[in-house]
């Protein structure tokens, strides 16, 4: 069973930049995706971007193409999200999750996930 632990939310002012960090524990990943979803209060979880672990082809939403980058390092199993230009729509719950390569970006896809941080932007 791999244990994702996410890091460094916050809050920050609009068009500001924020890092959060994804280390996954349990074993050492392989065949795997890695991605993170984001929840705003009274909506769903929505995919954000997602990072095939080998290869590492990446994938992002629309909303944040250009702003956002994934990225990884496979010697510390640690995934990161780049996020400049922050919006307040950016605003939520950032999770941070370990799925099958073949669906990156289907949340059901996802067979575990961190805890969660906050993520707040300021207008």
């Known amino acids: 069973q791999v244990q994702l632990l996410e890091s460094g939310g916050g809050l920050v002012q609009a068009g500001e930049s924020l890092r959060i960090s994804c280390v996954a524990s349990?074993?050492?990943?392989?065949?795997?995706?890695m991605g993170w979803f984001r929840q705003a209060p009274g909506k769903e979880r929505e995919f954000v971007a997602a990072i095939n672990w080998i290869g590492g082809k990446t994938y992002y939403a629309e909303s944040v193409k250009g702003r956002f980058a994934i990225s990884r390092d496979n010697s510390k199993n640690t995934m990161y999200l780049q996020m400049d230009d922050l919006k307040p729509d950016d605003t939520g719950v950032y999770y941070c999750?370990?799925?099958?390569?073949?669906?990156?970006?289907?949340?059901?896809?996802?067979?575990?996930w961190g805890q969660g941080l906050q993520v707040t932007v300021s207008s």
């Open positions: 999750g370990l799925g099958w390569p073949q669906y990156p970006l289907i949340r059901t896809r996802y067979r575990s």
């Open positions: 349990g074993r050492t990943l392989g065949s795997d995706v």
